[in-house]
């Protein structure tokens, strides 16, 4: 069988405080759904036996109206094409009460073959000549091992399997969201002809037939060197190619040595670079400015700055200063700190004993994260 692979779509992700002037949207959450249509058609185009969707559909519990409208347009799209959609929950669309009614529980009421699971626990569904293993977003770490443990594979079909966290051998790559859990090696089993898998949003191969998409946007400075896109497979032969798919590109304007510039070169040679790109109004940019002191940063002007910065989708400053009350720029604009990282990087320098370090980071970015989620949407 053939199947695009895709995952982490998360429809509603805005940002950057820049409106669509047709809609009155957010840009970004705007260029989301539009690239995301976008890319159903070219995987439409792709004519598979079916699409697996990995998880984070929606980048929140309670969907944007527009993020729902988004995956009822893709669904009249599969629909009319007669190809199924199989998908699970991510961590990003975990309620996390009982009254809370997830979002997926909508997708039964399109007419779109839609197999979807959401409810914490072991599903299988069969496709054509595949057995899809479905292990969504479980509430705790060992819920993911019992889940993998049901299941049977079936001898005479394919077995796919479909989940969503990070791969151990990504470690390093661990804490960077919420609700995050860990896929251990073993559950990258060769008794599968192919594992789809979601959460980490670059495209990567983590074992001979597991395979992580990636997401189709950038959706933070994190993911600024990620391959992105989709994955077109043949559960047969376990051959895998690389499918590009349309998203906001994410560009690293480079490093600017500021050390014996004026400020107002600094702005210039910004807006050179700037000046020779493609579509610098739809690009989301970042820039490191070195060896800039906290004098000279405050010395660049604000208003020639400011013209800069909107001749972008976003700019993202970063310095390599070691002086900590530098925040010159990202002070005034708190939408650009990533605060999260900010946060364990404090940590990671205070020196804490063995599992306290990992512990505060924890308990620390998760609280981030839930003050930010709940920032956003009261914005
Ligand atoms: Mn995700």
């Not at 993998?148 to 796919?160: A, G, H, L, Y």
Request: glycine content about 6%; aromatic content about 8%; overall charge negative.
């Amino acid at each position: 069988m053939k199947i695009v692979h895709i995952a982490d779509t998360h429809l509603g992700l805005a940002g950057f405080n820049r409106i669509d002037p047709d809609s009155g949207m957010n840009l970004r959450e705007r260029l989301v759904y539009d690239n995301f249509l976008e890319s159903m058609k070219i995987v439409v185009r792709q004519k598979p036996d079916a699409v697996v969707h990995a998880g984070d559909l929606f980048d929140r519990v309670k969907p944007r109206t527009h993020a729902y409208i988004a995956v009822m347009s893709a669904l009249n799209m599969l629909e009319e094409a007669e190809i199924p959609l199989i998908l699970i929950s991510g961590n990003h669309s975990m309620p996390k009460t009982r009254y809370t009614p997830s979002p997926f529980e909508v997708l039964k009421y399109h007419r779109a073959e839609v197999h979807c699971a959401y409810k914490y626990s072991y599903e299988k569904s069969e496709v054509g000549d595949t057995t899809f293993h479905l292990i969504p977003n479980m509430l705790n770490a060992s819920q993911y091992r019992d889940a993998f443990n049901e299941i049977e594979i079936s001898p005479d079909t394919c077995n796919v399997m479909v989940t969503h966290g990070l791969a151990t051998t990504l470690r390093d790559y661990r804490l960077r969201t919420v609700a995050e859990h860990e896929i251990d090696s073993t559950m990258l089993s060769e008794d599968f002809n192919y594992i789809a898998l979601g959460h980490f949003h670059g495209q990567k191969q983590v074992s001979e037939n597991a395979w992580y998409s990636g997401s189709i946007e950038y959706c933070s400075y994190n993911e600024i060197n990620d391959t992105k896109g989709g994955l077109v497979v043949d559960t047969e032969s376990g051959e895998v190619v690389p499918l590009k798919l349309p998203n906001t590109p994410m560009a690293n304007l480079g490093k600017i040595d500021c050390g014996t510039i004026t400020p107002s070169e600094i702005t210039e040679k910004i807006a050179s670079i700037i000046d020779r790109m493609e579509d610098p109004a739809g690009t989301i940019c970042q820039v490191r400015l070195e060896n800039i002191l906290r004098e000279k940063m405050r010395n660049i002007n604000r208003e020639e700055m400011t013209a800069i910065k909107d001749l972008v989708l976003n700019l993202r400053i970063t310095t390599d200063t070691i002086d900590p009350v530098n925040r010159g720029f990202e002070a005034e604009d708190p939408s650009s700190v990533d605060y999260v990282d900010e946060f364990r990087k404090f940590v990671r320098i205070q020196g804490l004993e063995g599992g306290l370090e990992e512990k505060v980071i924890k308990t620390g970015t998760g609280i981030f994260k839930t003050v930010l989620e709940k920032h956003r949407e009261a914005e």
